[in-house]
């Protein structure tokens, strides 16, 4: 059985030794970029557990695949971020803010094409099954960031509709990530379906928890400045259920705080401490972690469907914790 720990040591070692096209090198410089200022990897690292629970061994059959979720994941990001006006990933410049935007479009375009690339490497017997599950995952992820992008312009924006957001823009890819590692292994359908189901709801459950975090993470452990969501007017979940709860009253409360200056360090910081005011007074905090425990349990529930023998379940069990940890 593959164990968790070499799971980590193969990942390592599938990014270390990634390679792209060398020229020009204007071209393929941001795609090493990406890959070098690292990140979760938690698709490939779900594909590969898949994977795991079907077979005794990783060959290139599965590691290449694996490495094209990291890879379309990250072309993704470069895209998010001009979209977004960010300026920096991962405590670095983005892509387009450390060459320009033309180049992070062009850059981005030949990184999604690469990711095709090397998911054509799946075995040829599941290929078209590989392929078709990638690409309808890929229009879901930019169905998901189109409404993104059209929540900015609504002050409300209801619950169902959020979900659906984070489910398309978030959830699909983590869920592909689980479905794709078991076709590859060669699972039942069906076994490959709840995997699905699973990756699909701690996908939810991971966002919902990187939302909670974006507030309320102790800023040394995030990473990274908490409230970046409340500066840049996200339409987050903690927002969200505070419009939902909110009186007429409280809800021009929020509609205010939107509309505060963040010019100075001084400004940003009141407009943090407005809205978690107003998330206090409706305690959607203490809601969203419970949401984010709803959602790990239902994704627990079809590990449990699966009838693994208890050690390879533990490989699921073990790959959520980590997901979601940060918030219990």
């Not at 992070?104 to 078209?128: Q, T």
């Not at 960031?145 to 489910?167: A, L, N, S, T």
């Not at 996200?234 to 419009?243: C, D, E, P, V, Y």
Request: proline share 4%; with cysteine.
């Amino acid at each position: 059985m593959i164990q968790e720990k070499h799971i980590e040591t193969t990942l390592k070692e599938m990014f270390s030794n990634l390679t792209f096209t060398a020229e020009p090198a204007g071209l393929y410089d941001p795609l090493r970029y990406m890959i070098q200022i690292g990140g979760k990897r938690i698709r490939p690292c779900l594909c590969l557990t898949a994977y795991a629970l079907y077979r005794d061994e990783f060959c290139e059959e599965i590691l290449t695949p694996a490495a094209a979720l990291e890879v379309f994941h990250s072309f993704t990001l470069i895209h998010d971020d001009i979209m977004d006006k960010a300026d920096v990933r991962r405590g670095v410049p983005t892509v387009y803010r450390k060459w320009d935007e033309n180049t992070a479009i062009l850059s981005g375009d030949v990184m999604s094409i690469e990711s095709y690339r090397m998911l054509a490497k799946a075995p040829a017997d599941v290929l078209p099954q590989a392929l078709g599950l990638f690409s309808k995952t890929a229009a879901e992820v930019c169905e998901g960031q189109q409404y993104d992008m059209d929540f900015e312009d609504m002050d409300f924006v209801p619950m169902e509709d959020y979900m659906k957001m984070i489910g398309l823009k978030t959830a699909v890819l983590i869920a592909c990530s689980a479905k794709m590692g078991a076709i590859i292994a060669g699972a039942p359908e069906a076994s490959a379906d709840l995997l699905y189901r699973f990756g699909y709801d701690l996908g939810l459950a991971f966002q919902v928890a990187d939302d909670w975090l974006d507030t309320y993470a102790d800023p040394e452990v995030f990473g990274k400045a908490i409230g970046g969501d409340i500066l840049n007017n996200k339409k987050n979940w903690l927002t969200t259920r505070a419009f939902e709860k909110a009186s007429e009253q409280v809800r021009e409360q929020l509609i205010s705080a939107m509309a505060l200056p963040i010019e100075t360090e001084e400004q940003k910081e009141a407009k943090i401490a407005a809205f978690k005011a107003v998330y206090a007074s409706l305690e959607v905090g203490e809601e969203a972690k419970q949401e984010i425990i709803r959602l790990h349990a239902q994704a627990m529930s079809y590990i449990a469907e699966l009838g693994l023998a208890p050690e390879k379940a533990a490989l699921l069990e073990n790959y959520a914790k980590k997901l979601i940890g940060r918030t219990k």
